[in-house]
């Protein structure tokens, strides 16, 4: 147990829709990084937040949006939801400090289906 | 631009053999990297990792990998494999931005 969790775990959306995940990271974690992993491939990077503010972004449309909160909790927007963003998203969270590279911590996921 | 390559979409093993999976990366620096394990449908769970000093790195439940600069490799070894360890494993390289970037990932079939 990571001390990462995510909700929903599951979810049905049909396309064009909005959906918001929700992370709530491991106790003194100020980071949180969002993963989009597709059937049989490995996580991609969509961004990262610190201390509420976006601090990297992978190569994921603007409709993919986050938050991060004052207890460092975090959610994911995707609006205008398509087919291909169906996947498993992860979350993961760090303890940043003085930019240094850290372990991430991933919670179990929240599956998405786009109908 | 920094990438992982695991060669080997799947991989089987007999239980009690030993196994090695592949992982090659890209990096202009320093690397920093991962080996995380999935179990199906739960999240990643950190085997180890590599910052920097001593190149073979030992991790949990019996695994370790050796970092080798000159062939920009990151192989993660056991000895005896469990039926337990079935699952898919991931290499993963991290940029100073402590950015991951992941491998597409190596199946492990055990089989008694």
């Known amino acids: 147990e990571t001390g990462v969790t995510q909700s929903p775990t599951h979810l049905i959306k049909t396309r064009g829709q909005q959906v918001t995940l929700r992370c709530s990271s491991q106790?003194?974690?100020?980071?949180v990084s969002w993963y989009q992993q597709a059937l049989g491939q490995g996580p991609q990077f969509i961004f990262q937040y610190y201390r509420e503010e976006e601090n990297g972004r992978g190569n994921f449309p603007p409709r993919f949006s986050g938050l991060q909160f004052p207890n460092y909790s975090s959610e994911l927007n995707v609006n205008a939801l398509e087919l291909d963003d169906s996947a498993l998203y992860l979350c993961a969270s760090s303890a940043q400090t003085g930019g240094l590279v850290e372990t991430q911590y991933f919670g179990p996921g929240t599956r998405l289906l786009v109908l | 631009a920094q990438s992982v390559t695991q060669p080997d979409i799947h991989i089987t093993v007999s239980e009690g053999a030993s196994l090695e999976l592949r992982c090659n990366y890209s990096?202009?620096?320093?690397?920093?990297l991962f080996w995380y394990v999935q179990s199906p449908g739960q999240g990643l769970q950190l085997l180890l990792k590599y910052f920097s000093g001593d190149t073979l790195v030992q991790g949990i439940k019996g695994f370790e990998a050796e970092f080798k600069r000159s062939q920009s490799s990151f192989n993660l070894r056991k000895p005896s494999v469990h039926w337990s360890d079935a699952a898919e494993y991931f290499c993963?390289?991290?940029?100073?931005?402590?950015?991951?970037?992941f491998g597409t990932g190596t199946s492990l079939t055990v089989i008694p």
């Open positions: 990096y202009g620096a320093t690397p920093y």
């Open positions: 106790s003194g974690h100020n980071t």
């Open positions: 993963a390289v991290v940029n100073t931005g402590n950015q991951f970037y």
